[in-house]
């Protein structure tokens, strides 16, 4: 067993991270103090981070940095009315936030019900067009078969025009399970998702922190 040399730069960055992953894994047990710190790190860290990102990636190269060079000094536009947000922390000047939110509301929508058509919508669409007959491929034409009957299925069962009874109610009693089974695949990839980081902490507390276990 290698214990990580905390009086090295390298091995204290390991105990501290070893540390608070210990933190985060002791509300298992119950909430505590140890665990509120290491909470509130990440988000204030995370915070932080984000903050000068944004100014860094964003704000300084799209907006402060054109409006000071006389580039493109319309972006001083946008400048004030992302100043403007910040009224909502003065009451009586909360409502000059509404401009900018009125604006960044309608635009975003704007763009993105277009986005969406074009790139969900759309897409989705054409990717439902299959042939349910492949010659030469018995899997992938009943996979087509499966695909088309979860569509269609699914669509009826959130058809609320007509009453669901007779061939509509059962086509959407079969849409049902198309979704159950969706739900729980969607479920069972998270889980599994959230696993393998979990198991990714256990090789770090293993490894580069007690040197016990090598993978």
């Not at 492949?134 to 992938?140: A, D, K, M």
């Not at 078969?145 to 061939?167: N, P």
Request: hydrophobic content about 55%; charged content about 10%; glycine content about 10%.
């Amino acid at each position: 067993m290698h214990i990580a040399n905390p009086l090295s730069f390298d091995g204290l960055g390991v105990w501290i991270a070893a540390l608070l992953t210990l933190f985060i894994f002791s509300f298992l047990y119950k909430d505590n103090p140890f665990y509120k710190l290491a909470e509130h790190l990440f988000v204030g860290i995370s915070a932080g981070y984000y903050v000068a990102q944004e100014w860094w990636a964003v704000i300084y190269p799209q907006c402060v940095k054109p409006v000071m060079n006389g580039s493109r000094p319309i972006m001083i536009i946008p400048g004030i009315l992302g100043l403007l947000l910040f009224s909502r922390f003065v009451p009586k000047a909360g409502w000059l936030s509404r401009w900018s939110l009125a604006i960044i509301i309608g635009a975003y929508a704007g763009i993105k019900t277009t986005g969406f058509a074009q790139g969900d919508l759309v897409e989705q669409f054409h990717a439902s067009l299959l042939p349910l007959w492949v010659p030469g491929h018995i899997g992938l034409s009943i996979d087509n078969i499966l695909f088309i009957a979860g569509i269609i299925s699914t669509l009826v069962f959130f058809f609320f025009s007509t009453e669901h009874k007779g061939a509509i109610k059962s086509t959407a009693q079969l849409g049902v399970w198309f979704l159950m089974i969706s739900f729980g695949a969607a479920y069972g990839f998270t889980v599994m998702a959230r696993v393998s980081l979990l198991i990714g902490r256990f090789q770090f507390l293993l490894d580069p922190w007690l040197g016990v276990a090598r993978f």
